[in-house]
């Protein structure tokens, strides 16, 4: 029942935004190709606004569900025309669709695509489990939604919230994890359907099923557009709209057309820093197309807005714009070495390596041995592939050069700098729909043999992908379909819930602060800090090495409370072991819980030892 | 001489196919192969429930 609630919120929640868009698509006179390509720009613009609105509201903590009902109001309100023109259009759209029945494999593959999206709204239905969601996505805009500050230095991670961290808000608002869930799957779907537009522009029909098909049953976006509580998903739809939007301002002309590829290229920057690279791209690429410092312009203004804010937020609170990657520079008055390389760490896969070797070879490492590289398996075996099929796409159009050069440039920075397979997903729609472009020339050009065997890798794909989907929906569906209770789910899917939901009936209703050194934080419900030197920019081991230092430190932050679970942090152990030894921490509670070892997937869990310790100087 | 000349076009594209094909098997075993340790596991984790 929960999640029809959250279908029909999400869905009727985003007739409002669409009736704005159309609005705005009306202001500035612009003319699609096609009702699928029109309704996506209409949906991408109001979630730009969206994103903007309430990034400033949060900042001035006017974060509520008030403040975004009047969001929502103001909306509806002042698109009237807007309005007239959604309902032809939905109209036409299912007439459309309605269509299709006449063509026997247009319905078979718009059928799978219905499923594959049915499927993976569904899996988006399950309660939060994915790792970095409850570490950061998902805690920090509900810590900040319940008072606490945020970004906050004791979380290093919060600082790295963008305006896409907005849209979760919005769901919290609204009052549901759930609805934000269901924002992230909205951002999948759309890409899909940006996806087809993109693909339609170079390929047959039936090849644009196809590769919207991969797409989905692609294990990384199953993943990330559903369960992972990650807004990525939407720098891959911004990222489509702004090269579609380029491309349609280049072949019209209109100065102020060039406004919408900023505007989404900007969303895609405000996301995350690695973001920055789209707006670069396509700047750069409009402006050696037409040659035109105007149209230059409008592509760079309407990109800062949105894509700065964070930067701003950053440099405005600890110095570095892009905190903490140049603290060193930037604010090396308070550069936590320890935090700053743990980062960087975090951000670099275990297999990274900058010889020119490695570099050469990442293009296939990260196929064949994803595991070392930032899952970078979970993008399927496809672009590479079909790669070579590249040197039959023809290069003549704008649009096909600049999503080449787009995917080229981030690749090229990935392999560079963090060799992160995951951080390729916002270009990975447009990898995957240049190598089908390879795939339809040629059978264009009549090469059978290449063909056939492209058709049966991909079916092999297309099978893998709907297996593992299944497997991995087996694990989350019972929940939904409310066969397993939320609390067993979570017990037995959520890393360290068992340890967050210990502590919470321990401790409630104490008010003040836990200091706990797990990871995953969003269903902790007591007032806590995160004490773990990776992750928090406050517990710097150059400046705790004495008992007395740390002790202040807990008092600074309100600590009264610290929790084992199994150990201490190597860097700060000894520090910890001494105050235990020594008295002035003592264990007020302690018991052994059932955890994930490792990687959720594997399935290996082992007891783990959780201590609850009590500050002897912070008790009453 | 035009004969000659398809039938030369004709090998190109052949050989061209057939090193193609070859490389899509390549890259899938090897894509593929790298499964297997997952799939291992879930096959442990399934026959410890049962047996």
Redesign the interface.
């Known amino acids: 029942m929960i999640a029809i609630g959250a279908v029909a919120a999400v869905f009727l929640l985003f007739a409002v935004p669409l009736a704005y868009g159309l609005q705005s698509l009306s202001g500035i006179r612009f003319s699609s190709r096609s009702i699928l390509e029109e309704l996506l720009y209409a949906a991408g613009i109001p979630i730009v606004s969206i994103m903007l609105t309430m990034f400033l509201f949060e900042r001035f903590r006017k974060f509520d569900l008030l403040s975004v009902s009047g969001l929502f109001f103001v909306m509806a309100m002042t698109s009237r025309q807007g309005w007239k023109r959604l309902w032809p259009l939905l109209r036409a759209a299912l007439m459309r669709i309605a269509k299709m029945r006449h063509s026997a494999y247009a319905s078979f593959f718009a059928g799978a695509v219905a499923i594959c999206l049915a499927v993976d709204f569904l899996l988006a239905m399950a309660p939060l489990t994915g790792s970095d969601a409850m570490h950061y996505h998902f805690t920090v805009p509900l810590l900040d939604s319940q008072g606490t500050p945020m970004p906050a230095l004791w979380l290093t991670h919060s600082f790295f919230t963008g305006t896409g961290h907005t849209l979760i808000s919005l769901g919290l608002a609204l009052g549901s994890d759930r609805i934000a869930l269901g924002f992230i799957f909205l951002g999948g779907g759309l890409t899909a359907g940006a996806l087809f537009v993109f693909a339609r522009r170079l390929m047959p029909e039936k090849w644009a099923w196809l590769a919207t098909l991969a797409f989905l049953l692609t294990p990384m976006t199953y993943w990330q557009m559903t369960t992972s509580g990650s807004p990525d998903i939407w720098m891959a739809f911004f990222t489509l709209l702004a090269i579609l939007a380029a491309a349609r301002g280049v072949e019209t002309d209109v100065t102020r057309w060039f406004v919408l590829p900023g505007l989404f290229a900007g969303a895609v920057a405000g996301v995350k820093y690695t973001g920055w690279i789209i707006p670069a791209v396509i700047a750069a690429g409009c402006l050696l197309q037409t040659r035109s410092w105007k149209k230059l312009a409008a592509v760079v203004f309407s990109s800062l807005p949105l894509g700065i804010l964070p930067l701003v937020r950053n440099a405005w609170m600890t110095g570095d714009p892009v905190f903490p990657f140049l603290a060193r520079w930037f604010a090396p008055g308070h550069l936590n070495a320890y935090a700053a390389a743990a980062i960087v760490a975090d951000t670099r896969s275990a297999g990274f390596h900058r010889s020119l070797g490695d570099l050469l070879a990442f293009p296939f490492t990260l196929?064949?041995?994803?595991?070392a590289y930032g899952v970078g398996?979970y993008l399927?075996?496809l672009v590479?592939?079909f790669a070579?099929?590249l040197l039959l796409v023809p290069r003549k159009e704008f649009l096909v050069r600049l999503a080449a050069a787009v995917w080229l440039i981030m690749f090229l920075a990935n392999a560079l700098t963090t060799q992160m397979g995951r951080f390729l997903l916002p270009v990975y729609p447009l990898a995957l729909v240049l190598v089908f472009a390879g795939v339809a020339e040629a059978e264009k050009r009549g090469?059978?043999?290449?063909t056939i065997?492209?058709s049966c890798?991909l079916v092999?794909f297309l099978l893998?992908g709907s297996c593992s989907e299944a497997?991995y929906a087996r694990d989350f569906l019972p929940v939904v379909f409310g066969r397993e209770t939320k609390g067993a789910f979570l017990n037995r899917m959520a890393p360290d819930y068992p340890i967050a939901d210990y502590l919470n009936r321990s401790l409630e209703g104490h008010k003040q602060k836990t200091m706990v050194f797990f990871r995953h934080l969003y269903y902790l419900r007591i007032p806590y800090v995160e004490g773990d030197p990776q992750n928090s920019w406050m517990m710097n081991p150059d400046h705790l090495r004495k008992p007395e230092q740390l002790l202040g430190l807990c008092r600074e932050l309100g600590v009264r409370w610290i929790v084992k679970a199994p150990d201490y942090p190597p860097e700060l152990a000894p520090v910890f072991e001494n105050l235990e030894a020594t008295g002035r921490i003592h264990p007020v509670a302690e018991t052994t819980v059932e955890a994930f070892s490792g990687w959720r997937?594997?399935?290996?869990r082992e007891p783990i030892r959780v201590v609850i310790l009590e500050i002897a100087e912070a008790s009453p | 001489m035009a004969e000659e000349t398809n039938s030369k076009v004709f090998l190109v594209?052949?050989t061209?196919?057939?090193v193609?094909?070859a490389?899509?098997i390549v890259?899938?075993v090897?894509?593929?192969a790298?499964?297997r340790?997952?799939l291992f596991?879930?096959l442990g984790?399934w026959f410890q429930r049962w047996h």
Do not use: C, E
Request: charged share 10%; net charge positive; proline share 4%.
């Open positions: 196929v064949w041995n994803g595991g398996h399927g075996p590479l592939a070579p099929l090469w059978r043999i290449a065997a492209s890798a092999v893998f497997l997937m594997y399935g290996r | 594209k052949t061209l196919q057939i193609f094909v490389w899509l890259v899938n090897l894509y593929y790298q499964f340790g997952i596991a879930r984790a």
